[in-house]
Structure formats: structure tokens, C-alpha cells
């Protein structure tokens, strides 16, 4: 029989809703931007409007939502955005249950990403999976045998916050995309004749879309940016290791497109950062989803409804 699904990535910057078959295959999608000024009762109505379109000209059997931010999973309420206000302790679940008359699952988007990338990505043949996500900010997912790992509530892979220092730094700072911004501009104050800071200077924010142009022409600059965060992310994972003994560790998220050279920075400082017994360490892999691990994440949760 075959059944559609939809699937849907609630973030701060953007919001996806995808259709899919059996086979998690998309087969359509709508992508659309979020207005952090009209909150989270802005996301919603683009939510509702675009789902009695989708509702009225195919037969769902279930939906399945990464939420970016914390969620209480069990009964599909949303704990508190960190990006958008109007969500804290939202009944997402419920409301769209009410709106489609469907079987709704929610989670946290990378838990979500982490279940895609496990079942149809990178991850693929791997047990356990782990996944980290480099983007505004740091998360994590674990899958263990097929299933989302998620522990006693409210309990979740929440790698960003584990702490590098007992002054209370933690990977987010060091390792999301803001906190590379932050370093390249540092870089352009004291190092402003590399050509990282050439390619970035007279920018505020983004900065971090030029660290591969610089590292693929060998900048020094970029190197070091690039080793900085890559050792900081290597000493957060090692605890991953310790505890659970992931076969694979997939990078994804937007500094993951640096490409090789963050997957073999990060893959070499492991070895520095774990107990002799367990080397070289997991297998250290690039998302293979891409853009597509949260939504695609999501589709694999609905087809669990049935």
C-alpha cells in the first residue's frame, strides 16, 4: 500500500514541510522563511495555511515534527524555543492532531536529524549512532538499535551544553556557528592580512561561509580556526565515547560543509581525547542528508504511527 507521510523541521531560520512515501522518499516540498517577529503564532499560521492545501489534495497517515528546541516527546508539547517566542509549553502535538485529524509524533530536531541519518544516511548499518549538529548552536541525537535514545526526562543529547572547562565553557561556545563567526572576526583584528580576513572583512554575522574558500587556499588563518574547533568538538565527543561506545559519529549542520577537512581535523584530535583502549575511535563521518536529515528524520517518525 502506499501510504504518504508528511514531515516537518520547525527551526528558528526556517521552516520545512515535506511529503513522503514508504521509503522516506520526498516527494514534495514546501519551504518557507520565518519571520522571528511575528513568533511562533507567525510559524503557525504558515503551518496551518499550508497543511489544509496539502490535507485537501492527499490522504495522510501520519506526521512527524523536528523541533528545534527542547520538546517533551512523550506527549508532543514544546518545552521553550531558545530563537522564537510563543512556544514554550505549546501543545504542538495536539494542536496539529486538531487541525489534520492525524497521528502526530514530535521531537526534538536533532534527535530527529540523528534518526534520519541513522536509518537513511551516514549512519546507515551502524550501531550505536551519534550525531552532532554544527550550526547556530550545538546538538546531538543518540540512536541505539534502531530507536532515539532519550533517557529520563528531560533528558536529551545535549552535547552544546557539555562543559570543556570547570569555568562553565561549553561546546556550543566554541563549536556552533556563531562562536566561529566570533573567532573570524577575532582573526581579522589581530591577522588582518590573511586572506580569511580578506574574504570576510567588512561582514557581521555569516562570517564562518568563508573559512572553506580560505582553508582550500591553505590560509594559516583558517587553519588555525579550523584545529581550534575541531579540538574543542574532539574533547566534547570523547565523552560520547567514553559513555556510549558509538560505532559511528556523523557531523552534520552548516559547518559540516567545510567537507573533509573538518571531518579529518575533528577524527584526528579524537584519537588525542579518548583512553588508549578504545583506539582510533569511531568511525567519524559527513552527514549524507544534508539540508534534508531533519525533514526526512521527521517522515521516518511518522511512518512509525502507521
Not at 568563508?210 to 574547533?229: N, P, S, Y
Not at 566534547?236 to 573538518?262: A, T
Not at 581525547?273 to 511518522?302: H, N, Q, T, W, Y
Request: charged share 20%.
Amino acid at each position: 500500500m502506499d501510504r504518504k507521510y508528511l514531515g516537518i523541521e520547525i527551526g528558528g531560520t526556517k521552516l520545512q514541510i515535506v511529503l513522503g512515501d514508504n521509503s522516506a522518499t520526498i516527494l514534495k516540498r514546501w519551504r518557507l522563511p520565518v519571520d522571528r517577529e511575528k513568533g511562533a503564532s507567525g510559524i503557525r499560521q504558515q503551518i496551518e495555511f499550508t497543511l489544509a492545501e496539502i490535507c485537501e489534495a492527499t490522504a495522510l497517515q501520519g506526521i512527524g515534527v523536528g523541533f528545534g528546541g527542547p520538546v517533551d516527546w512523550q506527549n508532543g508539547k514544546i518545552s521553550r524555543s531558545h530563537q522564537i517566542e510563543g512556544w514554550s509549553e505549546f501543545a504542538l502535538g495536539d494542536w496539529l492532531q486538531s487541525l489534520t485529524r492525524l497521528p502526530v509524533r514530535v521531537d526534538n530536531d536533532a534527535n530527529v536529524a540523528a534518526f534520519g541519518e541513522a536509518l537513511h544516511g551516514s549512519g546507515k548499518g551502524f550501531n550505536p549512532v551519534f550525531y552532532v549538529t554544527l550550526g547556530s548552536g550545538v546538538g546531538g541525537g543518540l540512536v541505539v538499535d534502531g530507536h532515539i535514545y532519550h533517557g529520563a526526562q528531560p533528558g536529551e543529547s545535549e552535547i552544546g551544553h557539555v562543559r570543556l572547562d570547570r569555568a562553565g565553557t561549553v561546546v556550543e561556545e566554541r563549536c556552533s556557528g556563531w562562536a566561529v563567526d566570533a573567532k573570524i572576526r577575532n582573526s581579522i583584528t589581530h591577522e588582518p592580512h590573511s586572506l580569511l580576513s580578506k574574504l570576510a572583512g567588512g561582514q557581521v554575522g555569516g562570517e564562518a561561509k568563508h573559512l572553506k574558500a580560505a582553508l582550500e587556499q591553505g590560509d594559516a588563518a583558517a587553519q588555525k580556526i579550523l584545529a581550534e574547533t575541531a579540538e574543542d568538538l574532539a574533547f566534547g565527543l570523547s565523552h560520547v565515547i567514553h559513555l556510549f561506545h558509538p560505532e559511528i559519529i556523523i557531523i552534520g549542520g552548516g559547518l559540516s560543509l567545510l567537507g573533509e577537512p573538518i571531518r579529518l581535523a575533528v577524527a584526528n584530535a579524537i584519537g588525542r581525547c579518548i583512553m588508549k583502549v578504545f583506539a582510533p575511535g569511531p568511525r567519524i563521518s559527513l552527514a549524507a542528508l544534508g539540508e534534508d536529515a531533519v525533514p526526512l528524520g521527521a517522515l521516518v517518525l511518522a511512518r512509525l504511527l502507521g
